[in-house]
């Protein structure tokens, strides 16, 4: 059983920073396509950002490019993200996800074609 346990959750002012951290185990980490989510209230979860397995390739959502960069330490069994320059609209509970069966290059957007998800860290920015 794939576990995903994200951390760097917190309360910070816009402008400021914040560093996610995703500690994956129970398989073989390199397997997995990464995402980071998010989902603030009355809002659908979306997409932030998605790495491959390989780091090759992402993707970042056009309201986060240039802020946020996303990482990932196949060794360690990790995936960041760091969030520079915040904004209250990124406030939001936000999500790791891990998809199985890619392609080493492959990143997916859609929330159905991953396969399991962190709990969740809250993010608040205040403005």
């Known amino acids: 059983q794939v576990q995903l346990v994200e951390s760097g959750g917190g309360l910070v002012q816009a402008g400021g920073s914040l560093r996610l951290s995703c500690a994956v185990s129970g398989d073989t980490f390199s397997r997995y396509a990464m995402g980071w989510f998010r989902q603030a209230p009355g809002k659908e979860r979306e997409l932030v950002v998605a790495?491959?397995?390989?780091?090759?390739?992402?993707y970042y959502a056009d309201s986060v490019k240039g802020r946020f960069t996303v990482s990932r330490d196949n060794a360690k069994k990790t995936v960041s993200l760091q969030m520079n320059s915040l904004k209250p609209e990124d406030t939001a509970v936000y999500y790791c996800a891990a998809a199985g069966a890619t392609r080493v290059l492959d990143i997916l957007r859609h929330l159905d074609e991953y396969d399991y998800w962190g709990q969740g860290t809250q993010v608040t920015v205040s403005s």
């Open positions: 790495i491959s397995r390989s780091s090759f390739s992402t």
